[in-house]
């Protein structure tokens, strides 16, 4: 089973670059388009702000079930600030 994850993780890491690859080529592509069609209309090309750079997600850490147990029976022991009457 390791072998599985690891390449999931590896072709995974390659799909999502590829992606984003074609992404920037297709924005590329339509700013090229958009300015040939504002000076076939007679109007000066735009300048388009560079995009966004990705960035990468924080790692989430896994907590064990004992963590977990902890925070639970510490969250049970804690009193309710309701008003009883």
Same mark, same amino acid.
């Given at each position: 089973? +390791?072998?599985?994850?690891?390449? @999931?993780?590896?072709?995974?890491?390659?799909?999502?670059?590829?992606?984003?690859?074609?992404?920037?080529?297709?924005? !590329?592509? *339509?700013?090229?388009?958009? *300015?040939?069609?504002?000076?076939? !209309?007679?109007? +000066?090309?735009?300048?388009?702000?560079?995009?966004?750079?990705? @960035? +990468?997600? +924080?790692?989430?850490?896994?907590?064990?079930?004992?963590?977990? @147990?902890?925070?639970?029976? !510490?969250? !049970?022991?804690?009193?309710?600030?309701?008003?009883?009457?």
């Amino acid at each position: 089973m +390791p072998v599985l994850s690891f390449f @999931q993780r590896f072709l995974g890491g390659r799909y999502s670059s590829l992606l984003e690859e074609e992404v920037s080529r297709l924005r !590329a592509e *339509n700013r090229a388009l958009m *300015n040939s069609l504002l000076g076939t !209309a007679g109007f +000066p090309p735009v300048e388009f702000p560079e995009a966004p750079k990705p @960035q +990468p997600l +924080p790692r989430l850490r896994k907590r064990s079930w004992h963590q977990i @147990q902890a925070w639970r029976e !510490a969250d !049970a022991g804690k009193p309710n600030h309701a008003v009883e009457s």
